[in-house]
């Protein structure tokens, strides 16, 4: 297929993503224990209600955080799988597979579970969001250095379930020595729930994650470039290690703004990127990499809505929702590669 046919492609395939993102999100905001039409959703949206009203208190006040972190967190999540799998050069890599998210998890139970130890307590975002980063970025180097002795993809993915068990054994430590309280707070963050976000946590999230979005974007040509071989990367002039250094960055950033307000939420990244190849028929980062986002958003809203509704007033934690949606894909990925092998 010619570069113009598949760039028109994404090009439909993103106008309509984008609209079934926009239809998703109106009634994701619309639907729970009180309902509201889509053209109240859409007056409340725009400035036509009254502030005092019921329909204006549900839609500001409880339910359209949460909608715009599942877009937000499932659209970052999406993105670092995509990065990783090329970075790694294996299909089914993820930052919940490679152990990523244990590292972030594990640094942001070392700050809320053993501040309480220590006598104070982390509020703030901005903290919480850096500290999950610093474990998911400890991990990715951790990975970068195996990646670069050990060629079997099996391999691989065996460290990355090593680290992650390590992870959740000092975990486990904290959990040992904390009260019941912290315990029951942590393992409630731990299950996954984009319910929990404020406001100050959303900020944070958008700002960061559609930042990361430009800059992955800008990397797209020389993603291609490292896709094809390193040595074939450094004949097009690309600075590989600069380049990896920085999916690491990217991909790290992007797995610990998520993970530290929302928790552990699997399959997202695995699942999507192939989804994407699937749809559009190309490897072409370029075109990948937006289509990751928009589709990312909406599998984040879509399992949202499932995990919030299905067992209503109950909640099923949002990575057991991605985890029945994902692993069918990864089954039927593995037999397909598999076949043609």
Partial sequence: MRQTDIGKKSRIAAALALLLLAVLTVFAIGIGSVYLPPQTVLRVLFGQADPASPEYIIVWNMRLSRVIASMFGGAALSLSGLLLQILFQNPIADPY???????????????????????????????????????????????????????????????????????????????????????????????????????????VLVSVSSALFVVAFLMGKNLNALRMGEAYAKTMGVNTKALRIGIILVSGLLTAVVTAFAGLVSFIGMSVPHICRMLLKTDDSRALIPSCVVCGGIFGVGCDLISRTVIAPNELAIGTVTAYVGVPIVLYLLMKKNKHE
Avoid: E
């Fill in 97 to 203: 597979i490679l152990g990523i998210s244990s590292g972030a998890r594990l640094a942001v139970g070392i700050m809320l579970l053993g501040g309480v130890l220590a006598g104070f307590s982390v509020t703030n975002p901005w903290i919480l969001f850096l500290g999950a980063l610093a474990g998911a970025l400890a991990v990715m180097v951790v990975m970068l250095l195996f990646s670069a002795r050990v060629r079997s993809v099996t391999t691989l993915l065996i460290v990355g379930m090593m680290v992650g068990y390590f992870c959740s054994a000092l975990v486990g430590l904290l959990v040992a020595f904390s009260d019941d309280n912290s315990i029951a707070d942590f393992t409630r963050w731990t299950m996954g729930s984009f319910g929990l976000m404020t406001w100050p946590k959303i900020y």
